[in-house]
């Protein structure tokens, strides 16, 4: 996958991918990133990518013209994606992280000041992406946020594949507890289960306990978890083991 950025602060992204699983995925050859800084598609002396608004107001526009010729010079494909980061855009989730994972390539445009002339919106971005409802100085560390969560997904940037696959949120669920070295620290020991080496109870009490996390701490979540007939099995022991009447219902639909 190839992910190019457009910015005014090109040395914020290189930085930040320069570490971790995005520096180990682009070593691998996973995940291509490229940074573009806007103001070398700029035509003013001054090289300005901002403008005072129309119809006036406070702060400053980003201007169309360089941002456009910035993603035309790239000669996309109708597969390829133009991605705006604004708080104006469709909420961030795990689903839309994968969604993107299967995108040939990606491009990010990171806003400041007042946002974009609203003509990027209209007729050159595919996506609005928002990260959360708060107030960013600019675009690029959403862009971070975005390329790091996306190259986890493509084939070969982890490790292993599976640790994306039981990575929470993979399935609409929080993920279940981790342990390791000392089995006894301070007195707290690990549940007895994790040490049995009988992997189809261990497998079976993981799943338990992502539903009793998720019950506890994201309702929302759990909400819309559909199980399935194993699931189902599962959640019926759970609740006889320790029920929870304040963690909301779920549906008995199966898959």
Same mark, same amino acid.
């Given at each position: 996958m190839r992910i190019d950025v457009v910015t005014i602060f090109p040395d914020i992204i290189r930085a930040g991918?320069? =570490?971790?699983?995005?520096?180990?995925?682009? *070593?691998?050859? *996973?995940?291509?990133?490229?940074?573009?800084?806007?103001?070398?598609?700029?035509?003013?002396?001054?090289?300005?990518t901002d403008d005072t608004p129309y119809g006036g107001?406070?702060?400053?526009?980003?201007?169309? *013209?360089?941002i456009f010729s910035a993603v035309e010079a790239m000669e996309l494909g109708p597969e390829d994606r133009v991605v705006m980061l604004t708080p104006q855009g469709a909420p961030y989730d795990q689903a839309k992280a994968r969604e993107l994972s299967n995108a040939p390539r990606l491009v990010l445009l990171c806003g400041h000041y007042e946002g974009f002339d609203e003509r990027v919106r209209q007729h050159l971005a595919t996506d609005e992406i928002s990260i959360g409802d708060?107030?960013?100085?600019?675009?690029?560390?959403?862009a971070l946020v975005l390329i790091d969560s996306v190259a !986890?997904?493509?084939p070969g940037a982890l490790?292993?594949?599976?640790? *994306?696959a039981d990575d929470t949120f993979s399935d609409g669920?929080?993920?279940?507890?981790h342990y390791t070295r000392p089995p006894d620290f301070r007195g707290w020991r690990i549940p007895d289960v994790l040490l049995s080496g009988n992997h189809a109870e261990i497998a079976?009490? !993981?799943?338990?306990?992502? =539903? !009793? !996390?998720?019950q506890q701490r994201r309702p929302d979540l759990w909400k819309a978890f559909v199980p399935s007939k194993s699931d189902l099995k599962l959640l019926k022991q759970l609740s006889e083991e320790a029920p929870s009447p304040d963690a909301g219902e779920i549906s008995e639909e199966t898959e």
């Open positions: 991918i320069d =570490f971790s699983i995005m520096k180990r995925a682009r *070593a691998a050859g *996973a995940v291509d990133v490229h940074v573009h800084d806007l103001r070398d598609y700029t035509t003013d002396r001054h090289r300005s107001g406070a702060g400053m526009v980003m201007r169309p *013209a360089p708060y107030v960013l100085t600019g675009g690029e560390l959403p !986890r997904l493509v490790g292993s594949d599976e640790s *994306a669920l929080l993920e279940y507890p079976k009490w !993981r799943r338990k306990e992502q =539903f !009793r !996390r998720t």
